[in-house]
């Protein structure tokens, strides 16, 4: 297995370098070509995740799996077609790569420029989702990145079934089918993550637990986020219709997302009114709130459950909300930078100074106004798709696109320019002219 491993990841590394030299017209086309085959293959990944669900059953009833996870598993038409329509859209974006961010002129005939260049071998290790495979592989494609992909157990066949799609797809268009290639076995995450010399960087998109693993068993860059504990504040300013809207949105929408909202906190001055409205409203919606001393008072007719201990940190991945009565916006940010996990944080407000104290006071990679915490993804943001969202600070953060699996490089362009004649009391001048990109 460790040969095995090593093997498809050395193919995977002459793949990107391949890539990185390929035109983009030709990379396009190999993403519209997996769109047509993923379009045309339908039944056929029905049929494949048909097996993955029968599996995870079991799976969910030996508590290898939660029933959140099996929910991400499933595959309908509608995603499909949604895998497709995700697919085109990259495939549409302007090229990434070879855009000259800056271009200085450091002597006459002697130029240097700053050029995006891709990473080379994304490693990705994910759990349940079969549309990652295509999100992932299509920004690798567009990015001229090569993609290992390592799904876990729960997902291996739809996998395997998207990923043939995927090579057929890149031998029609005459790039290397290795530019996308497959790694099973649970053993094999370890000897993929020792692999620094050939991965140039690791996602990991799956539960808390996975993220933390990988994070600490690679020395290779881990791009990912472990949790996605997101908050609503509701300011004493707020619309009341507008706040029970977002809040249904976030919370309902796809509870299991990691944008979902888990906490909602409310100012005490509203307290009163707003929380009926927000039991009524979310009961009707199936949602079992959860609250601090206060809101339990408020709501007492309601039998609310009491936050237990740590349980702010809780990210429930289903139809369970938190709920916080706060004294003020001081206190909302303060609870925020306490238990959040700084991925999405929303202020619901109708005051523009306490609206914008929030989006300057909140460190998170995303900090909405009078928005669902839903708005926190790649598609949404007009990125085509995502590989996952960060909430480290370094290189990308929030959604990542095709920018996010780019970095650059310098190229100097001389005559004949000798660096010992630029030294001693004779020595040249450099004229450090900034020249126009385009």
Known sequence: MSSSVRDIAEKSKRASRLLASCADEQRTAAMRAAADLIEQNTTALLQANAQDLDNANRMVADGEI????????????????????????????????????????????????????????????????????????????????????????????????????????????????DSVTLVTGRESVLRLLAMPDL?????????????????????????????????????ASADSDMALAIIDDAKTDYPAACNAAETVLVHRQIADAFLPKLARRLRSRQVVLRGCETTRAILADQAVEAVADGEWRAEYLDLVLAVRVVDSIDHAIEHIHTYGSAHTETIVAEDSIAAERFLAGVDAAGVFHNASTRFADGYRYGFGAEVGISTSKLHARGPVGLEGLTTYKYILRGAGQLARNYQGPNANSFTHKSLPID
């Open 199 to 235: 991965v140039d960087m690791v996602i990991p998109r799956g539960s808390k637990q996975l993220v933390e693993f990988v994070q600490a068993n690679t020395r290779i860059p881990v791009l990912g986020h472990a949790e996605g504990i997101c908050h609503i504040y509701i300011d």
């Open 66 to 177: 939660t029933a959140a996870t099996f929910e991400r598993l499933r595959l309908t038409e509608k995603k499909i077609t949604e895998m497709v329509r995700s697919t085109l859209a990259v495939a549409g974006l302007p090229d990434p790569i070879g855009r000259v961010l800056q271009r200085t002129e450091l002597d006459t005939n002697l130029v240097l420029e700053k050029v995006t260049c891709p990473l080379g071998v994304l490693a990705i290790i994910f759990e349940a989702r079969p549309d990652a495979v295509t999100q992932i592989s299509t920004l690798g494609l567009k990015s001229a990145n090569s993609v290992m992909l390592k799904p876990g157990r729960e997902v291996e066949r739809t996998a395997h079934a998207l990923v043939e799609i995927i090579r057929r797809a890149l031998r029609q268009s005459g790039l290397p089918e």
